[in-house]
């Protein structure tokens, strides 16, 4: 089992940055591969970033390319989510995911947080 807690919510202004962390209680983090979704009211789950065991390979979808950036420290168990110039649409719940593959699709995620809620006022 992993368990996943996502930090560093909150309300921010359009234009704004905001960084979210995922800590991973699991001594095997660096045999996943990590993935940020999120999701706005009335919506599905939807892809933001994914990123490799070593940290080596990133994807982003179209949307957040270019304005936020996926990492991870193996050491501290921790993903991160740095997410500059945000706009309104970015308001979600964000929620970090663990998968024994590199992927972009939610079902093949294994293990998720609880999310964390971002809301960018324009």
Do not use: H
């Not at 909150?10 to 993935?35: E, K």
């Not at 989510?81 to 093949?108: F, H, I, P, R």
Request: overall charge neutral; hydrophobic content about 35%; proline content about 1%.
């Amino acid at each position: 089992q992993v368990q996943l807690v996502e930090s560093g919510g909150g309300l921010v202004q359009a234009g704004g940055s905001l960084r979210l962390s995922c800590a991973a209680s699991t001594r095997t983090f660096s045999n996943y591969g990590m993935g940020w979704f999120r999701q706005a009211p009335g919506k599905e789950r939807e892809f933001v970033a994914t990123i490799s065991w070593s940290g080596g390979s990133t994807f982003y979808a179209d949307s957040v390319k270019g304005r936020f950036t996926i990492s991870r420290d193996n050491a501290q168990n921790t993903v991160y989510l740095q997410m500059n110039l945000l706009k309104t649409e970015d308001t979600a719940v964000y929620y970090c995911g663990a998968s024994w593959l590199v992927s972009t699709k939610v079902d093949e995620y294994d293990y998720w947080g609880q999310g964390t809620q971002v809301t960018v006022s324009s």
